[in-house]
Nanobody
Framework: QVQLVESGGGLVQSGGSLRLSCIVS????????MGWYRQAPGRQRDLVAS???????NYADSVKGRFTISRDNAKNTVFLQMNSLKPDDPAVYYC??????????WGQGTQVTVSS
């Protein structure tokens, strides 16, 4: 059973930065493509960034050039560096595999709030 623990969210001013962390257990995350997803109130959960087992990255257009996904395979941890945060970025951020593994569930997520 995959377990995911996200942290690092908080309140930041527009233009500020945050670094999110996701500790993965139950699987060897280095074998999987991992993604960061976000869900704002009343909206669906969307993928914003992913990193393959080989280290290739992909980003949603809305965060390209501002967010950077990385991973520390030795620590089974995935990171999301978020710079130049905008008023459109507030959401609960989650990590998970991409695609989701059968029977997987979501962690508690970490809240990101941006003040203007």
């Amino acid at each position: 059973q995959v377990q995911l623990v996200e942290s690092g969210g908080g309140l930041v001013q527009s233009g500020g930065s945050l670094r999110l962390s996701c500790i993965v257990s139950g699987i060897m995350s280095r074998l999987y493509t991992m993604g960061w997803y976000r869900q704002a109130p009343g909206r669906q959960r969307d993928l914003v960034a992913s990193i393959s087992s080989g280290g290739s990255t992909n980003y949603a257009d809305s965060v390209k050039g501002r967010f950077t996904i990385s991973r520390d395979n030795a620590k089974n941890t995935v990171f999301l560096q978020m710079n130049s945060l905008k008023p459109d970025d507030p959401a609960v951020y989650y990590c998970n595999t991409k695609p989701l593994l059968g029977g997987s569930s979501w962690g508690q997520g970490t809240q990101v709030t941006v003040s203007s």
